[in-house]
């Protein structure tokens, strides 16, 4: 049986609707839709590139919290509030993904869980022990 492995960040939103920063199970790690804040702190409110940069190393230190690495990535899913900024959020996901190549999803939604959220973006690693 494999064991459940959570994380926390420690978001206010974690405890109110009951999810964990990441959670690996086996060899899979998933991690939740990840938005710019640290606590209680919005980071870099309007600038998309400031919050996806911020975004991904939360992602990243999810990641190794529970043995994976960005290189592990399989699949992103990036939601964004105004698609016309697709070519600045995709830039920094490619500073951070350009060799690993994941599968990945941008999509316009109407507005995130804060107006000061610009960029939120989910992730899906598997660790193949290559």
Known sequence: MNKKIRVS??????????????????NIIEVSGTAAIDRDKII??????????????????ALKEVGGTLNDVV?????V???????AIGKVHGEYFKDI?????????????????????????ILTGE
């Open 9 to 26: 960040s420690g978001a206010v939103w974690e405890d109110k609707v009951g999810y964990s920063r990441a959670v690996r199970v086996g």
């Open 75 to 79: 699949r992103t899913r990036i939601y």
């Open 101 to 125: 190549k994941p599968a990945t999803t941008m999509v316009e939604v109407k507005s995130l869980i804060d107006p000061n959220f610009l960029v939120e973006i989910e992730a899906t690693a």
């Open 81 to 87: 509030t105004d698609i016309s900024q697709w070519e």
């Open 44 to 61: 870099s409110p309007n600038n998309v590139q400031g919050q996806t940069k911020f975004i991904i190393q939360k992602i990243e230190r």
